[in-house]
């Protein structure tokens, strides 16, 4: 390995599908917590609920957009089913259902019961599919080089893969920032500092929240289609890691920021592959193996967020002056 | 604006504003000007009208002086309000009215039910038995922000800003017609910029007259406490109430800032809106409340003119007790933990 393979895997990161759902995943909890202040430790049940509901309707035989329909539509009603007995209790209870019932989703997902329509724990493989999504890329087949990577142009990891997820992740960053700047994104900021107050000038609080609470979770929706797509749906790929790496990710960036999430994203994968591409050069196979090397990565990426949080704890975007006044 | 009051249009009674300052160069009317019509103009400045001040007062003169008496022009009317926490009955009031287009104070020592009753009131809290109705509507048991749609806006005693939005959004929330706060239609500014751009004016309007237009774009947890009180009310005027009810808008306040505050508050009633405070300074009280009603124990003890109700011995009993030989206007400095056990918001 070559610095000229390092530097493209690690750029490779900045474009890769991967990248792109997790900045998604984190633009919805961005909703939840930059904007509304919902505590949401539950984002991979959000998007294990977009992936099966993509997945099974495909394997199904149903058309991309009753599939993307069906995604969305599960997403809302797990949203709704949550925020029913919660929003009105405080934040922390919200984490707490939060965390459960994706647990509880992942649990049901991968259970034995459950094979033949979500394929237990081994889940359901990319062919049954993948397909129409890659039928409907006007990419010839075969694969192309575009400076220094090599990707198939429809299959997988591919191309068109790619650029569907970035657009969509621009798509999504555009509509952000409509809804932040919105006298709407405002009620939300405000509920966010101070639910009575909100309620004395005669806004229905619950009503905002429940909005915010469906409205960032169809985007965990979309964020987990977008994270299957190039592998399998594996219940156990969407545990709860994936929704501390999306906290991670959210923080890192800067909460309540319109770009943050995207760069958080970017910066998180691309760190983290750095380290350990230049520790599987520079180590020896012998002091260290690959697996430990694995882990490593995380333990330094997890020490430079710990400082992050220290020394810069409004993220990278975020505005210090916030900060300021958390009490 | 605040031209199409709907107190001066659907009152017939309403009684005309009366010119006092004719040789004024400036122009009249505008209600940014308002601060002006108060009874006691702020310092430099006339006023231009007493007229509600005077008719309240006509109106209550012949107000028998006791407790749960019925007045001419309710705006409030409660009837038989109990709240109960565990064994203790902390609100139980049988009836209560407040007087249209009056500063009524509501006083009473720590503990007595002032900040539970204004709880009830506002749907913040929900009582044990009781009815109650804002003029004409039946207000029991409607949520919070049914009853601040309704024209009943209430202040904290522990102030409520949003710390991390500027002045000038803390404003805006507070006003009540905003198309764009629906989540679909805040994608098209279309459907939203000119009524943000007129509520903007109003919210500049009202940050000027309370003071607050230098440090619109600050963040409003960057204000001081007697600033925060002031935002709190102006935003609460943002939607043109019918009544102002204000939890201890002097707690905290400096002393010049204490008469400005004053001064606004007695601007209000000319504007047409009816004023509810609770509050510890007498002196206070007896310079600017038409009415006073004396709460101890969750019951109303005493109400009356501010001059006949400081002399009613059930209200030196409820307020005094064992600190009988202390000055009454020296009685918020013995306590410093302002109803601290009836705290329910």
Known sequence: MNALTIITNVLGELMAPTTAAYALAAMGLNIHFGMTGLMNMGQAGFMLLGAYGFAITQAMGGNLFISIVTALVLAAIYGLLLGIPTLKLGPDYLAMVTLAAAEIVRIVARSTAMTHVTGGSAGISPQDFTTQFEALSPLPDGSTTFLLWTYNNNIANSWWLRIVAWILVAIAAVLCWRWFNSPWGRVLKGIREDENAIKSLGKNVTKYKMQALILGGLFGAIAGIVFVLPRSVQPDSLGRTVTFYTWTILLLGGAATIMGPILGSCVLWVLLTLVKEVMRVSIPETVMSSNQIEALGWVIVGVALMCLVIFRPQGILGNKKELAFNA | ?345
């Not at chain 2, 309240?56 to 109960?84: C, W």
């Not at chain 2, 049914?146 to 202040?155: E, P």
């Not at chain 2, 007896?286 to 969750?298: L, P, Q």
């Open chain 2, 1 to 345: 604006m605040r031209d199409s009051n709907t107190n001066q249009t659907t009152d017939p009674n309403a009684p005309t504003p009366i010119n006092v300052g004719e040789e004024r160069t400036q122009p009249v009317g505008a209600f940014f000007d308002l601060a002006k019509w108060a009874t006691k103009a702020p310092e430099g400045e006339q006023l231009i009208s007493t007229a509600y001040g005077d008719r309240v007062t006509q109106d209550l003169m012949y107000v028998e002086n006791k407790a749960g008496v019925h007045k001419p022009d309710p705006i409030l009317v409660a009837d038989n309000v109990t709240r109960k926490f565990g064994g203790m009955t902390a609100v139980d009031v049988e009836h209560f009215e407040i007087e249209r287009h009056g500063i009524t104070a509501l006083i009473g020592p720590n503990g007595a039910g002032k900040t539970t009753f204004f709880n009830l009131m506002t749907g913040f809290d929900t009582p044990n038995t009781g009815t109650w109705h804002f003029d004409g509507q039946d207000m029991a048991h409607v949520q919070p922000e049914k009853v601040a749609k309704g024209g009943m806006v209430r202040t904290f005693q522990l102030t409520k800003v949003m710390s991390r939005l500027t002045v000038l959004d803390n404003m805006l929330l507070g006003a009540p017609v905003q198309p764009g706060e629906g989540m679909l239609r805040a994608l098209w500014p279309g459907a939203w910029k000119k009524h943000e751009k007129e509520n903007r004016e109003k919210a500049e309007a009202l940050l000027e007259r309370f003071l607050l237009f230098k440090k619109k774009d600050d963040y409003a947890g960057g204000l001081s406490g007697g600033q925060r009180k002031l935002l709190e009310m102006a935003r609460a005027l943002m939607s043109d109430p019918k009544l102002v009810m204000l939890d201890e808008p002097m707690a905290g306040v400096n002393p010049a800032l204490k008469q400005s505050l004053l001064d606004h508050i007695i601007s209000l009633r000319e504007d047409g809106t009816t004023v509810l405070f609770v509050e510890h300074d007498i002196n206070m009280v007896r310079h600017i409340a038409d009415w006073v009603t004396v709460m101890a124990e969750g019951k109303i003890v005493a109400e009356g003119q501010p001059k006949t109700v400081m002399d009613d011995p059930a209200v030196v009993d409820a307020y005094l007790g064992a600190h009988a030989n202390i000055d009454l206007a020296d009685i918020d400095s013995i306590d410093n933990d302002d109803d601290g056990s009836e705290d329910v918001q």
